[in-house]
């Protein structure tokens, strides 16, 4: 597998699944679960080489719903202990690393 040039944008492999997330969250308000698919989008985009505009927007939303990403990540963390914010479509409790 050879490596991008340097200064090469990437095209991230699951863009096209979250470009549609990302639009709707600008357009919706911080329920818990959007909080936690922000948080989990941040985490899959931070410091990936492209994918410039999701990065971009995972920004406007945060300013939109005045948080700072530290925020983000308590109030998640918060919302996770609780529990219950995706429900397993199996048997057993899994956890989704998508």
């Not at 995972?58 to 005045?66: E, N």
């Amino acid at each position: 597998m050879t490596d991008a040039p340097a200064g090469k944008d990437q095209q991230h492999p699951l863009y096209n699944r979250d470009r549609p997330l990302i639009d709707i969250l600008l357009s919706q308000e911080a329920t818990d679960y959007n909080l936690a698919e922000l948080a989990r989008l941040r985490m899959r985009y931070q410091g990936f080489p492209g994918a410039r505009d999701i990065q971009k927007d995972l920004d406007k939303v945060l300013q939109q719903w005045g948080l700072t990403e530290a925020e983000l990540f308590e109030k998640t963390r918060q919302i996770h202990d609780l529990g219950g914010i995706y429900k397993s479509r199996g048997k057993k409790e899994e956890q989704d690393w998508n």
